[in-house]
């Protein structure tokens, strides 16, 4: 897709879920090429930054819960 037909960030439109499933995936490291290229031209940047800041919140929350279990046993 050239560049001039690419949509501006802020214009793109793409789920929630289909965000969340990109940073997941992303999160794992495996991600089929096509599907990288659907979610660049689909997905808006800003979500996804936001989505992936509060996995990592939660994935460290989570870290942090499982460290306080096992040492408090």
Sequence with gaps: MSEELKPAAHKRKGSLL???KA?????VGLRARGDYEK??????????????L??????????????TWVVGK
């Design 39 to 52: 979610d660049v031209e689909q997905l808006n940047p800003l979500h996804i930054v936001v989505v992936a």
């Design 23 to 27: 940073v997941l995936w992303s999160f």
């Design 18 to 20: 289909r965000t969340v």
């Design 54 to 67: 509060i996995g990592i919140v939660i994935f460290v929350g989570s870290l942090i819960l499982l460290a």
